[in-house]
């Protein structure tokens, strides 16, 4: 089975850049998402996507091409009417999820294969809304995509081996490097190792122990990152991190409770939500960590 059809659930950050990647190299890519205000803001980042597909890949045209390529639709029947595949990365939200996963059983072809790029959550949690839990399983993406070209492929205990043998070869076509993962783990490897790392990093803040600058350049000259937890919050987006913390929070974690309430009033409130909005722990496109002398 040649997948020829996409469709990407969720234009944020990450769809879109899923959604932009797999029609730069050569599929037929329909993003959906739940209406048309959605959309449009989904074709404010396909554009700012084009510019750096382009001079990345050094090949203008052909990222004009994939720009153009795109189709949109806020009708999820209409969708994933063709679909082969389906990437789901709708928000952090079980509720969400689930409901998501409801409506898709009921519309989509029994061809299509479903598949998940949840950064937190397992396949299991979802599998018995999706109407076919043997097609279903995780397939994870880091953020800036075209360059991070990861692809984590994460199947549940029902998932059939096939299925995510044709999801890890689509994978592949579409430039990532893939890992599969024996067994489901929350957070795959990448958020296994990054998300507790980006906690410690915000309670330091939160807890009022150093500012985010402070934070970052003592881990970039300690280590030689290239970038410290705070300029990946920037590059992720405070929402996901904020849901997740929330989440944490309403279980009854006062830490993450601390976070999420300084991640509201002092960023997302403000609309600062990081790259993608010019301003979050730093301001952008020439933010302090680049600038020669921040390791000073």
Same mark, same amino acid.
């Given at each position: 089975?040649?997948?020829?059809?996409?469709?990407?659930?969720?234009?944020? !950050? +990450?769809?879109?850049?899923?959604?932009?990647?797999?029609?730069?190299?050569?599929?037929?890519?329909?993003?959906?998402?739940?209406?048309?205000?959605?959309?449009?803001?989904?074709?404010?980042?396909?554009?700012?996507?084009?510019? !750096?597909?382009?001079?990345?890949?050094?090949?203008?045209?052909?990222?004009?091409?994939?720009?153009?390529?795109? %189709?949109?639709?806020?009708?999820?029947?209409?969708?994933?009417?063709?679909?082969?595949?389906?990437?789901?990365?709708?928000?952090?939200?079980? /509720?969400?999820?689930?409901?998501?996963?409801?409506?898709?059983?009921?519309?989509?072809?029994?061809? *299509?294969?479903?598949?998940?790029? %949840?950064?937190?959550?397992?396949?299991?949690?979802?599998?018995?809304? *999706?109407?076919?839990?043997?097609?279903? +399983?995780?397939?994870?993406?880091?953020?800036?995509?075209?360059?991070?070209?990861?692809?984590? !492929?994460?199947?549940?205990?029902?998932?059939?081996?096939?299925?995510?043998?044709? !999801? /890890?070869?689509?994978?592949?076509?579409?430039?990532?490097?893939?890992?599969?993962?024996?067994?489901?783990?929350?957070?795959?490897?990448?958020?296994? +190792?990054?998300?507790?790392?980006?906690?410690?990093?915000?309670?330091?803040?939160?807890? /009022?122990?150093?500012?985010?600058?402070?934070?970052?350049?003592?881990?970039?000259?300690?280590?030689?990152?290239?970038?410290?937890?705070?300029?990946?919050?920037?590059?992720?987006?405070?929402?996901?991190?904020?849901?997740? *913390?929330?989440?944490?929070?309403?279980?009854?974690?006062?830490?993450?409770?601390?976070?999420?309430?300084?991640?509201?009033?002092?960023?997302?409130?403000?609309?600062?939500?990081?790259?993608?909005?010019?301003?979050?722990?730093?301001?952008?496109?020439?933010?302090?960590?680049?600038?020669?002398?921040?390791?000073?």
């Amino acid at each position: 089975m040649a997948f020829k059809h996409i469709t990407i659930a969720g234009s944020g !950050v +990450l769809g879109s850049q899923i959604a932009f990647q797999t029609a730069f190299f050569g599929y037929n890519v329909t993003v959906y998402d739940i209406n048309d205000e959605a959309l449009a803001a989904a074709k404010e980042r396909f554009s700012k996507l084009k510019t !750096v597909y382009g001079e990345f890949f050094d090949d203008v045209a052909r990222a004009e091409k994939a720009f153009a390529s795109l %189709s949109y639709s806020a009708d999820l029947a209409e969708a994933v009417k063709e679909a082969d595949l389906i990437i789901e990365a709708v928000p952090e939200v079980v /509720e969400i999820k689930t409901n998501f996963y409801t409506q898709l059983a009921e519309v989509a072809p029994g061809k *299509t294969i479903f598949a998940s790029n %949840s950064s937190t959550m397992l396949p299991s949690q979802f599998a018995e809304y *999706t109407g076919r839990p043997e097609k279903f +399983l995780a397939l994870h993406f880091a953020n800036e995509i075209w360059k991070n070209n990861i692809a984590e !492929v994460m199947g549940h205990a029902g998932t059939d081996t096939k299925y995510a043998d044709l !999801v /890890e070869e689509f994978a592949k076509t579409i430039d990532m490097v893939t890992f599969r993962l024996h067994k489901e783990q929350p957070g795959y490897m990448l958020n296994t +190792l990054l998300v507790p790392f980006l906690n410690a990093a915000q309670y330091l803040w939160a807890n /009022e122990v150093a500012d985010p600058h402070a934070i970052d350049k003592n881990w970039m000259i300690s280590t030689g990152a290239p970038v410290g937890p705070f300029a990946f919050l920037d590059i992720i987006g405070m929402t996901t991190p904020y849901n997740l *913390t929330k989440a944490k929070a309403e279980q009854g974690d006062q830490v993450s409770q601390l976070i999420a309430d300084k991640l509201k009033s002092e960023l997302i409130d403000q609309g600062k939500l990081g790259v993608a909005t010019g301003e979050g722990f730093y301001k952008y496109p020439n933010p302090a960590y680049q600038q020669p002398d921040f390791l000073k």
